[in-house]
């Protein structure tokens, strides 16, 4: 072992302090289900409200959380060990599956075997679980049989955050005051999520619940339109930079700032040493694309690709956990030639990899033709399907052409076959995309996959902002979001142009929280609306602190409040530095509301806590003066 | 003259070099118009594209430019001095306006003769300009009178950007192919803009060109729905940070990022001082909200505010040249009571101001009581208004509320007023909405408001995440933009928390180009798709440094890059370091389209420069193929 490999390995068994601190005035609670069940969230503490009246409490806000044992401080965390195996005894419980001993994939025993890679591997790993033989392990499968399992009663259980058990209180707070209607698109957003409910959309295929039974340290996640819209972070090393370390780290700052799945897309060294590092350290699901792989075992070279060294490649990673596999089956021979005119050809890798398979051959992809045997290994594993969409546009003028949609249509019925064996599956989406093709796409997908989740890469709507596609990238998947798209793939500020760092990892994902949570609102998402406006009424309370802490990124709000106005003392004032004193339009909103309110209903919060109406108090004192206002022969209420 | 202050002018005549130097592989030319018209662009030079058959040029790319002279290294620029005025003679030329011997205002004259801001003062002032007794000198006014203006003449050409000139050259390059038919909700794009359309809009009320008559140095724009969407930066010192050579030097940067107006919101000490320098040194319209100076004349008191006051600061501030003016005379006393509910009350400041004065008085707003005189005012100088909404929300909570649209009508009511004096108008919207309801303000604007331009700030469409409020707002920017709002007020990262720095600025004017690009994309603006064309195809040849060049932010784009690869060959490499050598989806698509050119159409680009189809050559190709792989009873085929 090198001095270099060691130092690796060291730095892979230590997180940074800056992914484990907790978010501020924030703790993990754990909401019980039937059975022991327990499903994490986050709580955030405010501050009362200061009113002449006294102090008024504000009623804490549950919110969503992914971060998964690595906010909580009573949490241990040893990555070398991984995280508990949550779901294990649900697994076992249900008895379909069994134990092996080994990995049955070539590759998988020849890496457990190599002594030249022992010291990158992860050390506590478990003998992989497969169905037994001629079962069907998917929660698709038994969701059609009626079966609710612990994994959709947890997400039925995180989906609501409470809202169910806090509406009054929530009431109470205004925290659902003038929740708007939605415009759902035909979404269909209960008010309580059941695990019934969880059960029947992915019976339905309208969800999915990617849990792969070599994953039990998944905290369990849906991915349906019904549901709130999730969002997917990419990490992964490549050939040129990135070691295992800093992937594990990156898993984790991921989930920190709000990725409910996680990609791991390696394409460099030690591949199947740092998925095994990171699945077993992951609460959210790991999607990965086996092509990407099977190329590297082939040096390269697409067109020595074979369906053996796939089968194989499909099998090593279902056997470490791998909850979602991106598979391009729809690159058809005969769309190759739809794609000769386009400005950017085809810009998947997995797609572009396979097109080149089929022309070398002059054959039908191998994905295609080996689809059902394909599903045969997804099935004794759940591994989801997110079928990749290899001919997507990548610049605005290639947006909807034939060869991206003649792809969504085989998607459509590859969809249908891996139904027929009870197999999870999300369909892939654009890429590049003007806003008033948008919809076009969210229409034809909605068509032609029978309703299946989709799982689009922003869209971005311009190509023009290399260094900025966090951005043009949100405004597309905010819309595509709204109109039913279930899962946001990120896209960091160094798209086209580099490998992400940290922060870019952090900016890319907090944006794609921000277009996920407006697709909520706009969808009329019957809890989403409860953190905007207990952050508002934070803001218009000058309660500074309370403010940052409902943000999705405390420290960045609080950072650049701190840049104008460093002193302790600001955070209490009833200004800021934007206005100053004189200029606050919030503080002179509280002396509006104190001219306007006679009688004693001094302040807006004074009247709201002694149960008036402070509305009717203002229209009441301002009658008075408008009739003196009036006599005095003013015309300006005459223009009515 | 303390030391300090000597060190404030000293910095305010001086800008530093990064604001200065011209963007990379660009030129300024000038398009000439009739009677000697100069209008400026930029100009983008593109490397070759290498393909086998040799070298094959790209044509240059020519973009709007809002830079002004900052960005010519020919121009000799001297903040002490000013810009050249360039409008100085089209103004003299028309004969309906006289020079005055000083400031009419007497805050203007107070501020002339003060000897203790004598070292602040912008030196070389020229004496203000006011239309002749009885006569209106506004752009409205003369495209009425059926008056082409060289104002008129300026913003068409500007505005085809040489679209019209360069046609036949672009279409050769590719840059137009598969433009894609816009969505444009009632707005007319025309192929060509030309003087008369550009008359006719102004005339119509549509589309305003801000001008006043005492801003000469401005090149002028046009904020109107059947042109390019716009976007205004903000500026401005506040009470508690930032001073003169600060705020000039953010203008510059401002502008060079795009900004097609700068507003001025300086709340602080020497407003007067800090608006002339601005004004003197900026091409660009300037905007100000002089309900903010006013306040400071009255010590903050807002119940203390006159129309006499008022009045006075409008005059100053018109004889300085500011281009518009935020004016709120549509916060009406009845309205106020309805802003009691809500969750965070009235944000505007002017809307708070005006408020706060309604009600301490008892009185009709006197913006509105006096609108007509108003109207006088701003005719006498051109001013445009931009009527405010002092009322918008400031919430998710509040958005589209009864207070925000009944102050919206009475904007409309007083358009018409406006209009009557032929005076320009735009309409000031919101603010905080989600999704769902943004098409709703448009709509309602569009119908309460005759057309009128609108100008929105944002709309942010979540409150939850402040820090990134740039992108929680370019989100609702670009979709109102698409639903026809011309022009869009940029929102930084630092939107209620902080002032923005240099950084801050460039963040959120960049967000904003893409929002309104995307606009204009999805609008189906005939020469929007160009930039995206030419850099989509810069990327898929690996022409590094165009990428990077064509980019809204070169310097950006290329950091990125470089953080990751930072070798210069690099930039020559056919990979990036997203996916290495062997990863590379275009350098396999390029492979892909080797493989599948027979009879020596190696390469697309070979099959391009000699003239051949390389889908149809691909086609060919496959056919023989395909035919063999049907002989050999392949059925994948047999599916379709």
Same mark, same amino acid.
């Given at each position: 072992?090198?001095?270099?490999?060691?130092?690796?390995?060291?730095?892979?068994?230590?997180?940074?302090?800056?992914?484990?601190?907790?978010?501020?005035?924030?703790?993990?609670?754990?909401?019980?289900?039937?059975?022991?069940?327990?499903?994490?969230?986050?709580?955030?503490?405010?501050?009362?409200?200061?009113?002449?009246?006294?102090?008024?409490?504000?009623?804490?806000?549950?919110?969503?959380?992914?971060?998964?044992?690595?906010?909580?401080?009573?949490?241990?965390?040893?990555?070398?060990?991984?995280?508990?195996?949550?779901?294990?005894?649900?697994?076992?419980?249900?008895?379909?599956?069994?134990?092996?001993?080994?990995?049955?994939?070539?590759?998988?025993?020849?890496?457990?075997?190599?002594?030249?890679?022992?010291?990158?591997?992860?050390?506590?790993?478990?003998?992989?679980?497969?169905?037994?033989?001629?079962?069907?392990?998917?929660?698709?499968?038994?969701?059609?049989?009626?079966?609710?399992?612990?994994?959709?009663?947890?997400?039925?259980?995180?989906?609501?955050?409470?809202?169910?058990?806090?509406?009054?209180?929530?009431?109470?707070?205004?925290?659902?005051?003038?929740?708007?209607?939605?415009?759902?698109?035909?979404?269909?957003?209960?008010?309580?999520?059941?695990?019934?409910?969880?059960?029947?959309?992915?019976?339905?295929?309208?969800?999915?619940?990617?849990?792969?039974?070599?994953?039990?340290?998944?905290?369990?996640?849906?991915?349906?339109?019904?549901?709130?819209?999730?969002?997917?972070?990419?990490?992964?090393?490549?050939?040129?930079?990135?070691?295992?370390?800093?992937?594990?780290?990156?898993?984790?700052?991921?989930?920190?700032?709000?990725?409910?799945?996680?990609?791991?897309?390696?394409?460099?060294?030690?591949?199947?040493?740092?998925?095994?590092?990171?699945?077993?350290?992951?609460?959210?699901?790991?999607?990965?694309?086996?092509?990407?792989?099977?190329?590297?075992?082939?040096?390269?070279?697409?067109?020595?690709?074979?369906?053996?060294?796939?089968?194989?490649?499909?099998?090593?990673?279902?056997?470490?956990?791998?909850?979602?596999?991106?598979?391009?089956?729809?690159?058809?021979?005969?769309?190759?030639?739809?794609?000769?005119?386009?400005?950017?050809?085809?810009?998947?890798?997995?797609?572009?990899?396979?097109?080149?398979?089929?022309?070398?051959?002059?054959?039908?992809?191998?994905?295609?033709?080996?689809?059902?045997?394909?599903?045969?290994?997804?099935?004794?594993?759940?591994?989801?399907?997110?079928?990749?969409?290899?001919?997507?546009?990548?610049?605005?003028?290639?947006?909807?052409?034939?060869?991206?949609?003649?792809?969504?249509?085989?998607?459509?019925?590859?969809?249908?076959?891996?139904?027929?064996?009870?197999?999870?599956?999300?369909?892939?989406?654009?890429?590049?995309?003007?806003?008033?093709?948008?919809?076009?796409?969210?229409?034809?997908?909605?068509?032609?996959?029978?309703?299946?989740?989709?799982?689009?890469? /922003?869209?971005? =709507?311009? !190509?023009? #902002?290399?260094?900025?596609?966090?951005?043009? @990238? &949100?405004?597309?998947?905010?819309?595509?979001?709204?109109?039913?798209?279930?899962?946001?793939?990120?896209?960091?500020?160094?798209?086209?142009?580099?490998?992400?760092?940290?922060?870019?990892?952090?900016?890319?994902?907090?944006?794609?929280?921000?277009?996920?949570?407006?697709?909520?609102?706009?969808?009329?998402?019957?809890?989403?609306?409860?953190?905007?406006?207990?952050?508002?009424?934070?803001?218009?309370?000058?309660?500074?602190?309370?403010?940052?802490?409902?943000?999705?990124?405390?420290?960045?709000?609080?950072?650049?409040?701190?840049?104008?106005?460093?002193?302790?003392?600001?955070?209490?004032?009833?200004?800021?530095?934007?206005?100053?004193?004189?200029?606050?339009?919030?503080?002179?909103?509280?002396?509006?509301?104190?001219?306007?309110?006679?009688? /004693?209903?001094? =302040?807006? !919060?004074? #009247?709201?806590?002694?149960?008036?109406?402070? @509305? &009717?108090?203002?229209?009441?004192?301002?009658?008075?003066?408008?009739?003196?206002?009036?006599?005095?022969?003013?015309?300006?209420?005459?223009?009515?």
């Amino acid at each position: 072992m090198s001095a270099v490999e060691k130092d690796i390995f060291r730095k892979a068994a230590i997180l940074s302090d800056e992914v484990r601190k907790p978010f501020p005035n924030s703790r993990k609670i754990f909401v019980a289900g039937s059975d022991g069940l327990r499903v994490p969230m986050r709580e955030i503490s405010l501050t009362p409200t200061r009113s002449r009246a006294g102090l008024e409490a504000n009623a804490p806000v549950t919110v969503y959380d992914t971060s998964g044992p690595y906010t909580d401080p009573e949490a241990h965390i040893d990555l070398t060990r991984g995280l508990p195996a949550l779901r294990a005894p649900w697994i076992e419980a249900r008895g379909d599956s069994e134990s092996l001993k080994g990995p049955s994939s070539i590759h998988g025993r020849i890496r457990a075997a190599d002594g030249v890679t022992a010291h990158l591997r992860f050390a506590h790993t478990r003998p992989p679980r497969r169905a037994k033989a001629g079962v069907n392990v998917t929660q698709m499968h038994y969701a059609r049989r009626g079966i609710i399992t612990p994994e959709m009663e947890f997400v039925a259980v995180r989906e609501n955050a409470r809202l169910d058990e806090l509406r009054e209180e929530y009431e109470r707070a205004g925290y659902l005051k003038r929740r708007h209607r939605g415009q759902a698109f035909g979404a269909h957003l209960p008010e309580v999520v059941t695990p019934e409910f969880v059960r029947q959309e992915v019976a339905s295929g309208r969800a999915i619940i990617p849990a792969n039974i070599n994953h039990p340290e998944l905290e369990p996640m849906i991915i349906g339109r019904n549901f709130r819209v999730k969002i997917n972070a990419n990490i992964g090393n490549s050939a040129v930079t990135s070691g295992i370390a800093e992937e594990v780290e990156k898993m984790v700052w991921a989930i920190r700032w709000g990725a409910d799945t996680v990609m791991d897309l390696s394409t460099g060294k030690h591949i199947h040493e740092t998925r095994e590092w990171i699945i077993r350290n992951a609460p959210v699901p790991i999607g990965t694309v086996p092509i990407y792989q099977a190329l590297e075992k082939v040096g390269g070279r697409a067109e020595e690709l074979t369906w053996e060294i796939f089968r194989d490649t499909l099998i090593e990673q279902a056997e470490q956990g791998v909850d979602y596999f991106t598979i391009h089956a729809g690159v058809l021979l005969r769309y190759i030639p739809l794609t000769a005119n386009r400005v950017t050809g085809i810009v998947s890798r997995g797609g572009s990899i396979m097109a080149k398979w089929c022309l070398a051959h002059h054959k039908e992809n191998f994905l295609y033709t080996h689809f059902e045997e394909i599903c045969e290994i997804m099935k004794a594993y759940d591994v989801s399907f997110s079928l990749g969409d290899g001919l997507r546009p990548g610049c605005i003028a290639d947006a909807n052409d034939e060869a991206q949609f003649a792809e969504l249509k085989t998607l459509g019925e590859l969809t249908q076959i891996a139904w027929k064996h009870d197999v999870q599956v999300m369909i892939e989406g654009p890429g590049h995309v003007p806003m008033q093709l948008i919809q076009a796409n969210m229409d034809e997908q909605l068509r032609h996959c029978f309703e299946a989740p989709f799982y689009t890469l /922003g869209p971005l =709507t311009t !190509d023009i #902002a290399p260094g900025y596609d966090h951005i043009t @990238s &949100a405004i597309g998947a905010a819309q595509i979001g709204w109109y039913g798209t279930a899962m946001l793939c990120y896209v960091t500020p160094k798209e086209h142009l580099g490998l992400p760092d940290k922060e870019d990892v952090r900016q890319g994902i907090v944006a794609y929280k921000i277009a996920a949570h407006a697709a909520d609102l706009a969808k009329g998402h019957p809890g989403a609306q409860v953190r905007d406006n207990a952050l508002s009424k934070a803001r218009f309370e000058f309660r500074w602190e309370d403010q940052f802490n409902l943000s999705l990124d405390p420290e960045r709000a609080r950072s650049f409040h701190d840049q104008t106005l460093p002193q302790e003392g600001a955070k209490l004032a009833h200004f800021c530095s934007m206005c100053g004193p004189h200029f606050c339009s919030m503080k002179i909103t509280e002396d509006v509301r104190r001219l306007a309110g006679h009688a /004693g209903a001094d =302040t807006h !919060d004074a #009247a709201t806590s002694r149960g008036g109406d402070p @509305s &009717a108090l203002i229209e009441q004192g301002l009658a008075e003066k408008a009739e003196q206002f009036r006599q005095q022969g003013a015309e300006v209420y005459q223009r009515r």
